[in-house]
């Protein structure tokens, strides 16, 4: 019944034990199946970490809204949505972050640098996804709290709250590793809030605090991965690129072309909504409208855009 064969026993990716052909013995493999299911329940089941962690659920809904552009997947995109609401509704109390939470119950701990920034770039990338400036307005509050709380008086950050508990050294660590620092994701996430509303002073404190991890960048340049991309997204302006697209995608076959041609670029800060979906409080897409009734894109650094194009080969000749 179980024998060697060269395609195997079991189907391919089969969550439970299916066999690829009917057994001799039917009433036989269903007995051995219960006693080895009885066998493994006496058996201790390993340990698993079911909290939710804000900073790691703000990197996955940044995952998730790329992946639904890039794959078209609206599962993912619809997924992100979700994820920001739970942290929107469970861990923002009484105007600050919470760290942790678990079965719908929000934990004491409060956010550390890492949780701010993640969650809000996580924010900016669903305020991009879904041209619905409540995620902007989100992540400015997470930004406003990470600018307030956790400077250092050398424009860099700390990585607790100025009011956190106290302790022998306030922790301060800007290195990237596997994923990105407290640091880097808020330098990052203060560039692309810049980019969106054209704000001074977030834009300044990106610039300022970047300032401050020269020398790990002259020194240990792997350790500065995220922080080096943003230096280079600011160097770029960054691009930031308005696409409108016509409400009726019969009239005008070129929208999703666009749209797909601005999702490509590298580190642009991109925005995509259709013509009734303009909201005015993402000072981005003020004034952009379609051409001649026609999808349109915008490329524009700092607010200041080139004339709009409706072709993709225009707006990849200007990138």
């Keep these: 019944m179980l024998g060697v064969t060269d395609t195997g026993t079991f189907e391919d990716g089969a969550s439970t034990l299916q066999l690829r052909a009917a057994p001799d013995d039917a009433a036989r493999w269903l007995r051995i199946q219960q006693k080895l299911l009885l066998a493994r329940e006496r058996r201790p089941r390993p340990a698993r970490d079911d909290k939710v962690v804000a900073a790691w659920n703000g990197l996955m809904i940044s995952g998730l809204v790329r992946a639904g552009q890039v794959l078209e997947e609206d599962g993912y995109l619809d997924a992100a949505e979700r994820a920001g609401e739970l942290l929107w509704r469970l861990h923002w109390v009484d105007g600050r972050l919470r760290r942790v939470s678990r079965d719908g119950v929000v934990g004491e701990p409060a956010g550390v640098l890492e949780d701010h920034a993640c969650v809000a770039d996580g924010f900016l990338a669903l305020a991009q996804a879904t041209a619905d400036a409540e995620w902007l307005q989100r992540a400015e509050r997470l930004l406003d709290v ?150 349109a894109a915008y490329v524009c650094r700092n607010l200041v855009c080139q004339r709009p194009v409706t072709d993709p080969e225009e707006l990849a000749a200007l990138l």
Aim: aromatic residues 6%; charged residues 25%.
């Design 146 to 295: 990470a600018l307030e709380r956790f400077a250092a008086p050398d424009g860099g950050f700390f990585d607790t709250a100025d009011d956190a508990e106290s302790l022998v050294a306030r922790p301060r660590d800007p290195s990237d590793n596997a994923s990105p620092s407290g640091f880097s994701a808020l330098l990052n996430a203060l560039t692309t809030y810049a980019a969106l509303t054209g704000s001074g002073p977030h834009r300044s404190g990106a610039e300022t605090a970047l300032a401050t991890v020269k020398a790990l960048v002259e020194k240990a340049p792997r350790f500065a991965g995220w922080s080096l991309a943003t230096a280079e997204q600011m160097l770029a302006g960054p691009i930031e690129l308005a696409v409108v697209l016509a409400e009726d995608p019969e009239d005008d076959d070129c929208g999703d072309e666009l749209a797909e041609a601005a999702w490509a670029v590298p580190g642009a800060v991109c925005v995509v909504v259709h013509e009734d979906d303009i909201d005015p409080a993402i000072p981005l897409l003020e004034g952009r409208g379609l051409v001649d009734g026609r999808s």
